[in-house]
């Protein structure tokens, strides 16, 4: 037992009735139902009581008056007692009084007549008959108290204490006033008391009468006393029995098809006032046929709300009937949201009603499970159906290459690699399919799904969202880039095994397919992009990406490289004049409209790294492959014109070969000097074009290796030309030099002999001559540039030819010796002449051959003929 | 109700009376010594009641305190309370330069309806947690305290600062007064207001 409650606080301390009184104190229990009493001024006021704390109540005063004590009683401590006292009073509805209540005013505002009636009735008499109006000044009450406890100044009290009547009412009246009342009062008594008997006088003849009556009354009881025994009554209830039974036989059958019918009513009535219940089970098949499952849910769950707790047999049967239906609904709906394909809506629908329908296992969660799976089965079925489609294909395909005459035309038609459409398709059911389950996931994580959903399936649900992005890449993978694959993997297979790039597929031009292909995956990116994806699925798909653009850039490269290596096939030796340079065949400009190209496609689809993509220029080994294969490009060049130089031994026609070599010749500088150096510049602009960002970058890592490569190319061209020009000089030079000696010989001459003089030149040295224009003429004709390295080795060649004639020759005769010292002369000055078109160092150089031949020749005895016949020689 | 026999065994009463303009924290002054809780919300006191034991240096006694209502539309029935106190806590806002303007005014009343200018009467400056808010300086506060001749004490009934300490420094006030009374005029005081209304019976 705790201690008993006590009040130390009041607040207010005093009011009219239902003032809301704050009560604090200690021990006020230990909760609401520990309060069992509360009694403010005598009055119970537990009903109002609010427990707050075991220190504070709030309540609101009774109709107690004056000031009391508040007592609180507990279960707990018991009575308890108060500090504080509470005080309440009664506040006089007067007609300046704030009120709620109407008050009737008439009497009060009543004039004349009326006037009479108000002090009776609103105010008391004073009993010592004294006017109040003097007692202005009224006697605290509260002092009044503390002099007469328990007792007051009330009238009608029992614990009226007159002291207290005077002290409040006349504590101010002189004592004579006062004897003054008292006598008042004893006059009235004294009235009072004769009163009584003043009354029995006026009436005494009722008075009789009243007597009379009663006397007959007590003759006639004891007349029937007599005549009926002591219990006067008992035949007369004996009768009222009998006629009750009666009267009950006589109802009775009337009663109980009442009874009937009421019954028959009650259900009809029943029948109609639960129809909804009743019509239940069919409406609920109704709307699950029409397919209305909102209209199905509410309609159950207000029938479950409304009847859920019945007790009634009928009902409950009822109710089972239609949870029966509820359950079908629900095997139903959780079987079709396993359906596929459908819509993000109406999977969300299906999913909210499942959750209305208060399904057991969470089925948001069931519906992105199926949903995953299905993307994958989705991205599998895709891959089977276009390998199983590829192997008959290839089957056929060996059998064309047995019979090459039949078929031939469907293969050819067959113009889209069955891989890309694969790609495309794959791409188009991933964007298709994947963003629902996204979106699905997100939906349910969102908790926008109408279920709580699952924070530690978070995880999970990443984990499917990369599986499916890893099987979409690994797939795409296995078509494109095999290699990239891990070939250990146990799961290697499940991505399909494609062939190899087969030859027709190759012929095709793999590349512009990959370009295609990687297109088609960067739109995918793009869409998933939008997506708000976890980093790992993007980078996922950003590393295919990566890959996939590395390869296309080495196939588009090598394509490139093989394509102008074939370039030799196309050539058509039709020329071109160019101003700066001379004659040229279109092989140099379509080697580097290729090339150039080749490198914008390069550029467009590789290397413009797009939205979150990494910047292949970043990555060392790319760019060293890029390196590599930029050399390969421009080396299979000059392979492809030195295969035209080697190419044509078996060909006919020498004058064509001379003339292919010289053009290949020209081509070869022109590519050199023109083509080549513009490549540094073109390759740069067009690789860097958009990277001036990472120029530092390219320069520290890459440029220069570049222009190495461009280097080695120039020298491999170089080499080329070399040889093209070993080439072109044998064609050239060995018929010229071969028919000097007999030439010189021809009419069996000899040097030794006595010539006579002429004034010309011999026809031999004519003919060197003539052979050299020739020469010179052809190749001025293609590229004036070459003129002077040709033809300084021509007259080398000439030169050495004929230093070993003379040098063979025993004796010269005198007439021999000037004949050859005219012709030498000759020789050099029509050399000389051409030379002057050149520079004047290779003048030089070409009167240094013939010297030698000079030397062999004895000195001249008449020099001045031979001037005579110079002369004549040039102007011939 | 409790007789009168019992009353007369309690410990001595000291009355005190809570008085100052409305809102200044003499409810939540007296809470916090009767019951140690702050009230945050605020509701405009009519009269409240209150009394409880105390220790006073040793001696039990009850302190009697009477929560009185600051606005001025109670202005007319304070007159009354004010005749029943034995001492007086009158309180203001240091946050607030009108509710020590105030403090003048009910001074003046106190010492009307006391008629008397020597009771026992604190100054008190409450919410002195509020510092940064504060409008009314301690200078200003103490000269006006000196002037009457009464202490001032500041206090936070939030952090219960010297919310103690007035109640005390007043009770031992109106203890040592008492003391006084009764040696000048032992035989009169209170005994003999009962004759005189004896007498008028």
């Given at each position: 037992m705790g201690l008993p409650p006590i009040v130390t606080?009041?607040?207010?301390?005093e009011g009219p009735p239902g003032t809301r009184v704050t009560i604090r104190g200690e021990n006020f229990g230990s909760g609401p139902d520990d309060i069992i009493g509360l009694i403010i001024c005598n009055s119970d006021c537990l009903l109002s009581a609010e427990w707050v704390s075991s220190n504070k109540i709030v309540a609101r005063s009774g109709p107690g008056k004056s000031k009391g004590d508040i007592v609180i009683i507990t279960k707990s401590g018991g009575k308890g007692s108060c500090t504080v006292q509470f005080r309440g009073y009664h506040e006089t509805i007067g007609p300046l009084k704030e009120s709620a209540v109407w008050v009737d005013e008439s009497h009060l505002t009543g004039l004349g007549r009326h006037r009479a009636l108000i002090p009776s009735s609103y105010q008391q008499d004073d009993p010592l008959g004294l006017s109040v109006e003097n007692a202005v000044k009224k006697y605290p009450e509260e002092e009044l108290q503390e002099l007469f406890p328990e007792s007051n100044g009330e009238l009608g009290s029992e614990n009226f204490s007159p002291s207290w009547f005077l002290l409040q009412h006349h504590h101010s009246t002189g004592f004579d006033d006062l004897k003054a009342g008292l006598s008042f009062l004893k006059r009235r008594v004294e009235a009072q008391k004769e009163g009584q008997i003043s009354f029995l006088k006026t009436h005494a003849g009722s008075v009789i009468e009243q007597m009379d009556t009663l006397m007959t009354l007590k003759k006639v009881v004891e007349e029937n006393k007599t005549k009926y025994g002591p219990d006067m009554t008992a035949s007369l209830e004996n009768s009222i029995l009998s006629a009750k039974t009666e009267a009950g036989r006589l109802f009775d059958d009337v009663l109980k098809r009442k009874e009937q019918a009421d019954g028959t009513r009650n259900a009809l009535g029943i029948l109609q006032r639960f129809r909804f219940l009743f019509h239940l089970p069919s409406t609920l098949d109704k709307n699950i046929q029409k397919a209305d499952y909102d209209l199905v849910i509410n309609d159950y769950a207000r029938a479950n709300a409304l009847f859920g707790q019945t007790e009634v047999q009928v009902f409950k049967r009822v109710l089972q009937e239609a949870e029966q239906r509820i359950l079908n609904l629900r095997e139903m709906l959780q079987e079709k949201l396993q359906q596929y394909p459908a819509s993000l809506e109406e999977q969300k629908k299906i999913i909210r009603n499942l959750t209305n329908l208060e399904c057991p296992n969470d089925p948001a969660w069931l519906c992105i499970a199926g949903q995953y799976k299905h993307c994958s089965q989705i991205l599998f079925q895709c891959k089977d159906k276009y390998l199983i489609k590829s192997a008959p294909s290839k089957g056929k395909r060996s059998n064309n290459l047995l019979l090459p005459s039949s078929n031939s035309a469907e293969s050819s038609s067959n113009t889209t690699p069955g891989r890309v459409t694969f790609l495309e398709e794959l791409n188009d059911r991933f964007t298709s399919v994947f963003p629902e389950l996204w979106k699905l996931g997100q939906a349910y994580f969102a908790g926008e799904l109408f279920v709580r959903a699952d924070t530690l399936k978070k995880e999970e649900f990443k984990k499917m969202v990369l599986d499916v992005v890893t099987i979409f890449s690994q797939l795409i993978r296995a078509a494109l880039i095999p290699h990239t694959l891990d070939r250990q993997s146990p799961h290697r297979a499940q991505f399909g095994i494609w062939q190899a790039f087969s030859g027709i597929f190759s012929d095709h031009g793999i590349g512009s397919w990959f370009v295609l292909c990687l297109r088609t995956v960067r739109t995918c990116y793009a869409e998933l992009l939008t997506l708000d994806l976890p980093v790992e699925a993007l980078d996922a798909i950003r590393d295919l990406l990566h890959d996939l653009r590395v390869h296309c850039m080495r196939s588009l490269l090598m394509q490139t490289a093989e394509n102008i290596t074939h370039l030799a096939s196309q050539e058509n030796w039709k020329l071109e004049f160019i101003e700066s340079h001379g004659s040229i065949t279109q092989l140099p400009h379509i080697f580097e409209t290729q090339v150039i190209e080749c490198l914008q496609l390069v550029k467009e689809t590789v290397f413009q790294s797009e939205q979150r993509e990494t910047n292949l220029m970043e990555n060392a080994s790319v760019l060293n492959d890029l390196n590599i294969l930029v050399q390969k490009l421009l080396f299979s060049f000059a392979r492809s014109t030195e295969r035209l130089a080697s190419s044509d031994q078996d060909h006919s026609e020498d004058s064509t070969r001379e003339m292919k070599l010289l053009l290949g010749l020209s081509n070869c500088q022109y590519t050199m000097l023109h083509i080549l150096p513009s490549f540094k510049v073109k390759l740069l602009t067009t690789i860097l074009f958009n990277f001036s960002r990472l120029k530092e970058h390219w320069n520290k890592l890459g440029y220069p290796d570049l222009s190495a490569a461009i280097q080695a190319a120039r020298d491999l061209l170089e080499k080329t030309e070399e040889r093209l020009m070993e080439a072109y000089l044998e064609e050239k030079v060995e018929p010229l030099i071969g028919i000097v000696e007999p030439s010189m010989y021809a009419g069996r001459f000899d040097w030794n002999k006595n010539i006579p003089i002429t004034d010309d030149i011999r026809p031999y040295c004519k003919e060197i001559i003539m052979n050299m224009i020739a020469v010179h003429a052809e190749v001025a004709q293609v590229s004036p540039s070459l003129v002077p390295r040709i033809l300084e080795r021509v007259v080398q060649e000439v030169a050495a030819e004929l230093g070993r004639l003379f040098s063979c020759v025993n004796k010269f005769s005198d007439s021999g010796a000037l004949q050859a010292s005219a012709d030498i002369s000759a020789l050099s000055r029509a050399c000389f002449n051409v030379g002057k078109n050149s520079n004047k160092t290779r003048l030089q150089q070409f009167s240094n051959p013939f010297s030698e031949a000079a030397d062999m020749i004895p000195p001249l005895t008449t020099p001045d003929s031979i001037e005579y016949d110079f002369k004549d020689v040039i102007d011939h | 109700m409790a007789s009168k026999a019992t009353k007369a065994a309690q410990p001595v009463v000291h009355k005190v009376i809570m008085v100052g303009s409305g809102g200044v924290g003499k409810s939540a002054l007296t809470l916090q010594f009767m019951y140690d809780e702050f009230v945050e919300d605020y509701e405009p006191t009519k009269a409240d009641s209150y009394r409880k034991k105390v220790m006073l240096d040793g001696e039990e006694v009850q302190i009697d305190i009477l929560d009185t209502a600051g606005q001025e539309d109670y202005a007319a029935i304070r007159d009354n309370y004010f005749r029943s106190?034995?001492?007086?806590?009158?309180v203001f806002s240091i946050t607030d330069d009108d509710s020590f303007q105030a403090t003048q005014e009910f001074r003046e009343q106190i010492l009307r309806v006391k008629n008397d200018e020597n009771i026992s009467f604190l100054l008190v400056g409450n919410k002195c947690d509020l510092g940064e808010r504060r409008k009314v300086s301690l200078e200003e506060a103490q000269n006006r305290a000196q002037q009457w001749g009464v202490p001032y004490i500041e206090t936070s009934a939030k952090t219960r600062e010297h919310v103690d300490k007035v109640f005390f420094d007043l009770m031992r006030d109106i203890r040592s007064r008492k003391m006084d009374e009764t040696k000048t005029n032992p035989g009169k005081p209170k005994p003999a207001r009962k004759k005189l209304k004896c007498a008028i019976l």
């Open positions: 606080g009041v607040s207010p301390k | 106190g034995e001492g007086f806590l009158c």
